[in-house]
């Protein structure tokens, strides 16, 4: 099973940047669609972002598309997620996670790997 770390976050000023990073174990990264999901106290997690096996398509919520990019480097077992104009509301626990199967990660339902999350501040 492909094991998930992510990097990236931090404390940024309304309307910056940050890219994160995962990184994933294991030779069959390019058998599974990855994503990002966030979670706020109190809230369930939340859908952001999901791209397929090869990087040719991609899906967002509505509440980050336009400013959210994500891609990814199957020779390096990598994904991204390019987030500009970031908003206080974007402040939240970050995680990347893989499944076989892309809608599954758009339902988010029982996916295959979750990362230990990271942490991404917006200040207003």
């Known amino acids: 099973q492909v094991q998930l770390v992510e990097s990236g976050g931090g404390l940024v000023q309304a309307g910056g940047s940050l890219r994160l990073s995962c990184a994933a174990s294991?030779?069959?990264?390019?058998?599974?669609?990855m994503g990002w999901f966030r979670q706020t106290p109190g809230k369930e997690r939340e859908f952001v972002a999901v791209?397929?096996?090869?990087?040719?398509?991609?899906n967002y919520a509505e509440s980050v598309k336009g400013r959210f990019t994500i891609s990814r480097d199957n020779a390096k077992n990598t994904i991204y997620l390019q987030m500009n104009s970031l908003k206080p509301e974007d402040t939240a626990v970050y995680y990347c996670?893989?499944?076989?199967?892309?809608?599954?990660?758009?339902?988010?339902?029982?996916?295959?790997?979750w990362g230990q999350g990271t942490l991404v501040t917006v200040s207003s």
């Open positions: 294991g030779r069959t990264f390019s058998t599974y669609a």
């Open positions: 791209i397929n096996r090869s990087g040719g398509i991609t």
């Open positions: 996670v893989a499944d076989s199967n892309l809608g599954e990660i758009m339902r988010g339902g029982a996916l295959d790997a």
